[in-house]
């Protein structure tokens, strides 16, 4: 029998569905999408933890294909426990992607996500992320942020403001990100704000789609 590698996350099983219900209304409803060009590439998670989100979402949305990934370590074993676990056809291998790397290994996407990312990352990596958002996604396609953030420099809520201190502690680098400045990044890059949805514990789910070129 194979040892068990799946890890587990509690904060997964709380905000999985309500991520869910954003994505149902900014995902492909079909796999053969309006997305023509590449309307069979997956649905791209970048850090994907544990990898219980992924599952969940794969069995959500069964007409689309699921690619977790993770930078490394241990995690990418934990993800692969739960993809054996769920047997799940529509769920790729995990694959390792530091988004800092260029080119990335995954070329196409119809939609990427990446929760709980930008906040534990520094700056130059959420950069990172939105170039390579841009380069692989469609036009239409959406990228899909999820986490906490400060609205014009101010957090809001105390909560953030206790989380904020703690991601500090543990790398100055890190930290609740600016809305405002990632939207901003984010519009260099053609991929432009189109929804806000707020979430528990503070967060809010950012729904950016990428826009063609003028």
Not at 164 to 177: H, I, N, Q, T, Y
Request: proline letters at 8%; one cysteine or more; aromatic letters at 6%.
């Amino acid at each position: 029998m194979q040892d068990d590698t799946r890890r587990y996350a509690p904060s997964a099983a709380r905000n999985r569905d309500a991520i869910a219900a954003v994505l149902r209304d900014c995902l492909p409803v079909q796999a053969a999408s309006t997305l023509a060009a590449d309307r069979h590439a997956p649905v791209l998670e970048i850090g994907s933890g544990t990898g219980e989100h992924v599952i969940h979402f794969a069995a959500c949305f069964p007409h689309l294909t699921w690619q977790p990934t993770e930078a490394g370590g241990d995690m990418l074993a934990s993800i692969e426990g739960w993809r054996r676990h769920a047997g799940l056809t529509n769920v790729l291998a995990p694959c390792a992607l530091d988004v800092n790397d260029s080119p990335w290994p995954i070329q196409k996407a119809c939609a990427v996500i990446a929760i709980n990312v930008i906040h534990y990352s520094p700056a130059h990596t959420t950069e990172a992320l939105l170039d390579g958002a841009a380069r692989i996604l469609p036009v239409g396609g959406v990228l899909v942020l999820y986490g906490p953030y400060r609205r014009h420099g101010e957090h809001t809520a105390p909560s953030n403001v206790q989380f904020d201190a703690w991601l500090k502690a543990r790398d100055p680098s890190f930290g609740v990100p600016d809305l405002e400045t990632v939207r901003a990044l984010a519009q260099t890059r053609g991929l432009h704000l189109t929804r806000e949805v707020p979430m528990p514990a503070n967060n809010l789910s950012v729904v950016l789609t990428r826009v063609a070129p003028e």
